[in-house]
C-alpha cells in the first residue's frame, strides 16, 4: 500500500500534499462524469456533448496531475499549487456543463461555490475577488446566452431565477474567500512576527548584548560539538582564554562606556583575525575564550600574536591617543567532549602564567611563554 501511495504521491513533503489535492480533484471530476452520464441514461443530457465535456475534464485533470507529480509545477514560476489554473480550468468545465445539463442544470451553479472554497486557503483577497467575477462572467454568460439561443429549452424566466442565484452564490462564496484571505494574511503576519520575536529570544539566549560574540552558555554547546568532531576526526582543537590587560584601569579612568568600546573593538578585530571556522565568544566581564579547530598549539598561538599589532594600533573613538590595548592569554588543546571543561581550566592556568610574566603575550599549557 505504501509503495503505491509513493507512486501515486511522490515522496513525503509538501509536494506529496499538492500532488494528493490535485489526484482528489481529479476523483471529483471523474464523479462528477459518472453523475452525468446518469443523467444522460435518464435523457436528461444528450450523450455525444457528455462525452466530449467529460473528454475535456479528464484529460485537463489528468494533464494538472501529471503536472505536479512530476515536479514541473515548480518550474513554471506561478504558485506552486497552481489553485488559480486549475480553478478556472474548473469553472470553464461547470460553465460548459450548464450549457448541455437539462432541468438539473440548478444545481451546477452550486459547484461554482465549492470551487472558490476550494481556493479559500492559498488566495489572496484580490485573487478570491477576481476569480469570483470570473466565475460568475462564464456562468452568466452561458445563461444569458442559452436562455436567448434556446429559450424553448431554457426559459428566459427560468434563467433569470438562475442568474440571480448564482449572483448570491458566487457574492457570497466571493464575500467569504475574501474574509479568509484577509484573515489568512494576518496569521501569516503574526507568524512571522512571532518567528522574528523568536530568533530574537533566541539571540538574547545565545549572544552576548554588547559584542554579539556568543556567550557562556552557547560557547559550551559549541565547544561540545567541535571537540566530539575533533576526537572522531583525530584533528586538534585548541582552546585559548584571552584577558584584556589593565583593564579595570580603563574603566575606572576613562569610563565604563570607553571600556565597551574596547571590549566591541576587541571582538571586531579578532573576528576579522580568525578564519570562519573559529568560534570567538565572550567569557565574562574583559575574558574571551577562542576556540581553533584542526589548529595544534603552535599555530593557535601564532594566530594570536597577529592579533597584537592590531590590537595595539587600533584607534578607538574618543580615547586618548596614547591608550594601547594588550592581553594576556593561554592555550592548550582539548582532547575530547569530556576534556572541555578540564581544557578551559588549563587554558586559564596557562592565562595566569602569562600574566605573572609580565602580561601582553601567550602561555602555552605546560611550556613557557610566549613573549
Not at 77 to 97: D, H, K, N, R, T
Not at 149 to 155: F, L, Q, R, T
Not at 301 to 326: H, V, Y
Not at 351 to 361: E, L, P, Q, S
Request: hydrophobic share 50%; proline share 4%; aromatic share 6%.
Amino acid at each position: 500500500m505504501s509503495s503505491l501511495l509513493s507512486l501515486l504521491l511522490g515522496p513525503p513533503g509538501l509536494q506529496r500534499a499538492r500532488t494528493a489535492m490535485v489526484l482528489l480533484a481529479l476523483g471529483v471530476y471523474v464523479a462528477f462524469a459518472v453523475m452525468q452520464h446518469v443523467e444522460v441514461m435518464f435523457g436528461l443530457v444528450d450523450g455525444a456533448a457528455s462525452w466530449r465535456l467529460t473528454a475535456f475534464t479528464l484529460s485537463g485533470a489528468l494533464l494538472l496531475y501529471v503536472v505536479v507529480r512530476s515536479g514541473l509545477n515548480l518550474k513554471l514560476g506561478l504558485e506552486p499549487s497552481l489553485s488559480i489554473p486549475g480553478m478556472l480550468f474548473a469553472m470553464v468545465a461547470v460553465s460548459w456543463s450548464y450549457a448541455i445539463t437539462g432541468p438539473a442544470r440548478g444545481a451546477i451553479i452550486n459547484i461554482m461555490m465549492l470551487i472558490l472554497m476550494y481556493g479559500t486557503f492559498v488566495l489572496s483577497a484580490r485573487q478570491a475577488r477576481l476569480l469570483a467575477w470570473a466565475g460568475l462572467g462564464m456562468l452568466g454568460s452561458v445563461i444569458v446566452w442559452k436562455a436567448l439561443s434556446d429559450p424553448g429549452h431554457y426559459d428566459p424566466r427560468v434563467e433569470a431565477i438562475h442568474f440571480l442565484s448564482a449572483v448570491l452564490v458566487m457574492g457570497g462564496a466571493g464575500v467569504i474567500a475574501h474574509r479568509v484571505g484577509q484573515l489568512r494574511r494576518t496569521l501569516q503576519r503574526q507568524s512571522d512576527e512571532l518567528a522574528e520575536a523568536l530568533e530574537r529570544l533566541r539571540a538574547l539566549a545565545t549572544r552576548d548584548v554588547l559584542t554579539g560574540l556568543l556567550n557562556r552558555r552557547a560557547m559550551l554547546e559549541a565547544l561540545a560539538q567541535a571537540a566530539s568532531q575533533a576526537q572522531r576526526t583525530g584533528r586538534p582543537l585548541a582552546i585559548g582564554l584571552i584577558d584584556l590587560d589593565h583593564f579595570k584601569r580603563v574603566n575606572d579612568t576613562l569610563g565604563h562606556g570607553m571600556g565597551d568600546r574596547v571590549l566591541l573593538m576587541f571582538a571586531q578585530l579578532a573576528q576579522a583575525e580568525w578564519r570562519a571556522p573559529d568560534t570567538l565568544a565572550r567569557w565574562g566581564g574583559e575574558e574571551f575564550l577562542v576556540a581553533l579547530p584542526d589548529t595544534e598549539l603552535s599555530e593557535a598561538a601564532r594566530c594570536l600574536e597577529r592579533l597584537r599589532p592590531r590590537l595595539a594600533s587600533a584607534a578607538i573613538e574618543g580615547a586618548p591617543a596614547d591608550l594601547r590595548i594588550t592581553f594576556s592569554a593561554g592555550l592548550t588543546l582539548c582532547e575530547s567532549e569530556a576534556d572541555v571543561l578540564p581544557a578551559i581550566e588549563r587554558a586559564d592556568l596557562a592565562m595566569y602564567r602569562a600574566k605573572a610574566a609580565g602580561r601582553n603575550r601567550t602561555a602555552l599549557e605546560a611550556l613557557l611563554p610566549i613573549v
